[in-house]
């Protein structure tokens, strides 16, 4: 099937009505979950996971994914008019963004969100339809020493491109593995880590994870801090003042372009996602800006470049999960989830066994990115006051939220208490500096690895050489060594070479 | 607890975790590399565990957000952690209308400190609010002492 004929079949799919009404409310839905901070797109998908089992497949994944692209657009609208992030992705917008609000610029700085976000998330679709086909093609090749190897190589680079100290990072993966070895072992059937228990044997439940990593810590973290009140820029009225100005735009174009390469690339590395994308793309422009200074005083391509960045890498997040069947960070670890409740394993089969599921979903996020571009410009004025929200109220809402997502899972108190459990422990490792991302990606990734090390080692009659001598696996095995090496050379050559002073970022 | 304790608290939690893990998993059968046991792949993991919380251990935190709080932040959180707990335990009995709205209450006027009426008002309508939604799409919620 051409491209085009994909497309097509898609658009067919993802313009029927019932999918439209989804995808628009899976993208109204990341918008607020965007503006609101706390409540991520993780914790909200968690939520509504249960409660896609009666929808079709095809629906459920397309409302689920607006959801995570629709917060992105959310969290810039906060980060330019309060200096608070609504997603951690959008850390970078606040610098530049909330200085333009400052100066009476809210209206361009939204609108070249929202402009940029949209030309991105386009771009990113395209490469996503490019390059999806040919990786899912050669993944066919993918054995388990293969599939090992690329567990491996994910693992490290989540805990190498995340926030926070590389051992911490680490061994919160290892905590992670350690965590998905609990219930029954996947080849023999032997329970392992349940301490007798028979709910413990279908092992630990992912949703009431995420929700309490995600959701219940911040609850805890929001009740611990006494919340101080905020500056906020006035929202622009009326949509004339959310056009950009001709210098602005020129400006911008560049960023735009720039940030939308960067953050497509980026997004398709495991764990680094929308967050390290705004951060490479806002360092980089910063870098080869004339006026450098400009930035974190009001610079426009200081909001173009991350925002850019960020929804492309949402678009690119999709192609490791489509291609190969792994998921690149938390959300596509979710994304798995609902496939599999479904009762369908992405993966490189997915194309040919379900085309329509495939592209209806990739055609489905052109016309979701249209829907949050006439939704998000007349709107922000509203979405504006919601950000407001009182941390009074927004504790409740967080907490009540998770409390239903974590019990809708089997309908079982139990997964509350489960959830609350991770809440404690997401809240006292934010506090000292752990990631959450590689625990949750490992915990997902760890039931793959540990069958793909064991079929390998039963396959090579116990020699460790088949990760290195198949090619597949030897490349990555060996950009896994390198990433782990890189460092440490870096460090050697550091003590011996004198020390050159380095721009700041901010 | 000194700052520099309070930093490496974290780490020799998960460096115990470990080994307790290795003990528990010690009753598994490890097998061999030719035929990796059920306790193969979790030996490989605590030892992995172990070693990288041992490194993070030995290397605490310089910065990082490891103060103590604002004052009450403590008493606060594990409050809340309580009230969780006790919803988890009354939910099937009392239902989900009851348990939230309890909760919900709790969240607003003791902790938020929103006054009495809003805070009553808040947690009739968001409780039934959230039972009406999530059972209509199809989750079904305790109904508890009140049948409903």
Same mark, same amino acid.
């Given at each position: 099937?051409?491209?085009?004929?994909?497309?097509?079949?898609?658009?067919?799919?993802? %313009?029927?009505?019932?999918?439209?009404? /989804?995808?628009? =409310?899976?993208? $109204?839905?990341? *918008? !607020? @979950?965007?503006? &609101?901070?706390?409540?991520?797109?993780?914790?909200?998908?968690?939520?509504?996971?249960?409660?896609?089992?009666?929808?079709?497949?095809?629906?459920?994944?397309?409302?689920?994914?607006?959801?995570?692209?629709?917060?992105?657009?959310?969290?810039?609208?906060?980060?330019?008019?309060?200096?608070?992030?609504?997603?951690?992705?959008?850390?970078?917008?606040?610098?530049?963004?909330?200085?333009?609000?400052?100066?009476?610029?809210?209206?361009?700085?939204?609108?070249?969100?929202?402009?940029?976000?949209?030309?991105?998330?386009?771009?990113?679709?395209?490469?996503?339809?490019?390059?999806?086909?040919?990786?899912?093609?050669?993944? %066919?090749?993918?054995?388990?020493?293969? /599939?090992?190897? =690329?567990?491996? $190589?994910?693992? *490290? !680079? @989540?805990?190498? &491109?995340?926030?926070?100290?590389?051992?911490?990072?680490?061994?919160?993966?290892?905590?992670?593995?350690?965590?998905?070895?609990?219930?029954?072992?996947?080849?023999?059937?032997?329970?392992?880590?349940?301490?007798?228990?028979?709910?413990?044997?279908?092992?630990?439940?992912?949703?009431?994870?995420?929700?309490?990593?995600?959701?219940?810590?911040?609850?805890?973290?929001?009740?611990?801090?006494?919340?101080?009140?905020?500056?906020?820029?006035?929202?622009?009225?009326?949509?004339?003042?959310?056009?950009?100005?001709?210098?602005?735009?020129?400006?911008?174009?560049?960023?735009?372009?720039?940030?939308?390469?960067?953050?497509? %690339?980026?997004?398709?590395?495991?764990?680094?996602?929308?967050?390290?994308?705004?951060?490479?793309?806002?360092?980089?422009?910063?870098?080869?800006?004339?006026?450098?200074?400009?930035?974190?005083?009001?610079?426009?391509?200081?909001?173009?470049?991350?925002?850019?960045?960020?929804?492309?890498?949402?678009?690119?997040?999709?192609?490791?999960?489509?291609?190969?069947?792994?998921?690149?960070?938390?959300?596509?670890?979710?994304?798995?989830?609902?496939?599999?409740?479904?009762?369908?394993?992405?993966?490189?089969?997915?194309?040919?066994?379900?085309?329509?599921?495939?592209?209806?979903?990739?055609?489905?996020?052109?016309?979701?990115?249209?829907?949050?571009?006439?939704?998000?410009?007349?709107?922000?004025?509203?979405?504006?006051?919601?950000?407001?929200?009182?941390?009074?109220?927004?504790?409740?809402?967080?907490?009540?939220?998770?409390?239903?997502?974590?019990?809708?899972?089997?309908?079982?108190?139990?997964?509350?208490?489960?959830?609350?459990?991770?809440?404690?422990?997401?809240?006292?490792?934010?506090?000292?500096?752990?990631?959450?991302?590689?625990?949750?990606?490992?915990?997902?990734?760890?039931?793959?690895?540990?069958?793909?090390?064991?079929?390998?080692?039963?396959?090579?009659?116990?020699?460790?050489?088949?990760?290195?001598?198949?090619?597949?696996?030897?490349?990555?095995?060996?950009?896994?060594?390198?990433?782990?090496?890189?460092?440490?050379?870096?460090?050697?050559?550091?003590?011996?070479?004198?020390?050159?002073?380095?721009?700041?970022?901010? | 607890?000194?700052?520099?304790?309070?930093?490496?608290?974290?780490?020799?939690?998960?460096?115990?975790?470990?080994?307790?893990?290795?003990?528990?998993?010690?009753?598994?059968?490890?097998?061999?590399?030719?035929?990796?046991?059920?306790?193969?792949?979790?030996?490989?993991?605590?030892?992995?565990?172990?070693?990288?919380?041992?490194?993070?251990?030995?290397?605490?935190?310089?910065?990082?957000?490891?103060?103590?709080?604002?004052?009450?932040?403590?008493?606060?959180?594990?409050?809340?952690?309580?009230?969780?707990?006790?919803?988890?335990?009354?939910?099937?009995?009392?239902?989900?209308?009851?348990?939230?709205?309890?909760?919900?209450?709790?969240?607003?006027?003791?902790?938020?400190?929103?006054?009495?009426?809003?805070?009553?008002?808040?947690?009739?309508?968001?409780?039934?609010?959230?039972?009406?939604?999530?059972?209509?799409?199809?989750?079904?919620?305790?109904?508890?002492?009140?049948?409903?």
């Amino acid at each position: 099937m051409s491209i085009l004929e994909s497309l097509a079949l898609g658009f067919s799919v993802s %313009l029927e009505p019932m999918n439209l009404a /989804y995808c628009f =409310l899976g993208v $109204l839905l990341g *918008t !607020l @979950v965007g503006v &609101l901070p706390g409540l991520g797109s993780a914790a909200t998908i968690a939520l509504l996971l249960p409660v896609t089992y009666t929808m079709s497949t095809t629906s459920a994944l397309i409302m689920l994914a607006g959801i995570w692209y629709g917060s992105m657009y959310g969290g810039s609208t906060t980060a330019i008019l309060l200096r608070v992030p609504g997603e951690s992705a959008s850390v970078m917008t606040c610098m530049d963004g909330y200085e333009m609000a400052r100066r009476g610029r809210a209206g361009a700085a939204l609108g070249i969100a929202a402009f940029g976000s949209f030309i991105a998330g386009t771009l990113g679709l395209v490469g996503l339809i490019l390059l999806a086909p040919p990786l899912a093609e050669l993944a %066919l090749d993918f054995g388990p020493p293969e /599939y090992f190897a =690329l567990t491996l $190589l994910g693992l *490290t !680079l @989540v805990s190498y &491109l995340g926030a926070g100290a590389v051992p911490k990072a680490l061994a919160m993966a290892a905590l992670g593995l350690l965590l998905g070895t609990v219930g029954l072992d996947p080849v023999r059937s032997e329970a392992r880590f349940t301490f007798g228990s028979l709910t413990l044997q279908g092992g630990i439940e992912l949703i009431p994870m995420v929700m309490g990593l995600f959701g219940m810590s911040q609850v805890l973290l929001l009740v611990h801090s006494r919340p101080v009140a905020g500056e906020f820029a006035r929202a622009p009225r009326g949509l004339r003042a959310l056009l950009p100005e001709r210098r602005e735009w020129r400006d911008a174009a560049g960023a735009i372009g720039r940030g939308s390469v960067i953050g497509f %690339l980026v997004g398709i590395l495991p764990g680094a996602g929308g967050t390290i994308s705004s951060y490479v793309a806002y360092a980089l422009e910063k870098r080869r800006s004339a006026h450098p200074e400009r930035f974190g005083h009001g610079a426009i391509e200081g909001v173009a470049a991350p925002e850019s960045a960020n929804n492309a890498a949402t678009a690119s997040g999709f192609i490791p999960l489509l291609t190969l069947g792994l998921p690149a960070n938390v959300v596509m670890a979710l994304m798995l989830g609902a496939f599999m409740l479904h009762g369908i394993t992405p993966g490189p089969t997915l194309l040919a066994q379900k085309p329509e599921m495939f592209w209806g979903l990739i055609t489905s996020m052109f016309v979701g990115n249209l829907m949050l571009l006439v939704l998000n410009l007349p709107l922000i004025g509203l979405f504006a006051k919601l950000a407001r929200l009182p941390t009074p109220y927004l504790v409740p809402l967080i907490a009540v939220a998770c409390l239903i997502g974590a019990y809708g899972v089997n309908n079982n108190p139990f997964d509350i208490l489960v959830m609350l459990g991770f809440g404690v422990f997401g809240f006292y490792a934010e506090r000292f500096g752990f990631s959450l991302a590689p625990l949750v990606l490992a915990f997902v990734l760890g039931p793959l690895m540990e069958t793909s090390l064991r079929q390998s080692l039963i396959i090579s009659d116990g020699a460790f050489a088949i990760f290195a001598t198949r090619p597949i696996s030897g490349v990555l095995l060996g950009l896994t060594v390198l990433m782990v090496a890189m460092p440490l050379v870096r460090r050697l050559a550091g003590q011996r070479a004198p020390r050159r002073a380095v721009p700041p970022l901010a | 607890m000194t700052q520099a304790l309070r930093g490496r608290l974290p780490a020799a939690v998960l460096v115990g975790i470990g080994l307790a893990a290795l003990y528990e998993g010690s009753g598994l059968s490890f097998g061999s590399v030719r035929q990796p046991g059920s306790g193969f792949y979790p030996t490989l993991v605590c030892v992995a565990l172990i070693v990288f919380a041992g490194i993070a251990l030995a290397n605490p935190p310089r910065t990082g957000r490891i103060d103590g709080g604002p004052s009450g932040g403590h008493a606060r959180v594990w409050l809340v952690v309580a009230a969780v707990a006790v919803y988890a335990w009354a939910l099937t009995p009392a239902g989900f209308l009851l348990c939230t709205a309890a909760l919900l209450v709790l969240l607003l006027r003791g902790i938020g400190g929103v006054s009495w009426p809003i805070s009553l008002a808040t947690a009739a309508i968001g409780s039934i609010a959230c039972y009406v939604l999530f059972t209509r799409l199809g989750m079904p919620l305790p109904t508890g002492v009140l049948g409903f």
